[in-house]
């Protein structure tokens, strides 16, 4: 079975004070189509655990019916540290405030 990475973030504020976190469709809208397709998928962030939600992704309902399992990925992410690329065919980096503060924290 071909492995996908996907990293997500752990960051929960932006550099203002304000919730930062994963969008949450950019998650959950790829990870639904790559699993559709036959793709095993590794959820990994910089520290591992907890991928907080950006609030602002979600509507009045919170998580939709349909992606609490997905979301539920977010809950268990492996660490970075812990990741072998070479065990995968692709890297998928959803977005969302978190992920830009991610990706700065790890350049300096």
């Known amino acids: 079975m071909t492995q996908i990475l996907m990293v997500v973030t752990n960051g929960h504020t932006m550099d203002n004070g304000h919730h930062a976190g994963i969008w949450l469709s950019e998650f959950a809208e790829p990870y639904e189509a790559l699993k559709a397709n036959g793709y095993e998928i590794t959820v990994a962030s ?31 992410t ?8 070479n065990n995968y065919s692709g890297i998928f980096l959803p977005g969302g405030h978190g992920t830009m503060f991610d990706s700065q924290m790890m350049r300096t």
Do not use: C, Y
């Open 46 to 76: 910089p520290n591992g655990t907890d991928s907080p939600i950006d609030k602002n992704s979600l509507g009045e309902e919170g998580i939709p019916s349909g992606w609490k399992e997905i979301a539920d990925q977010l809950t268990k």
């Open 78 to 85: 492996v660490p970075l540290a812990d990741v072998n690329s």
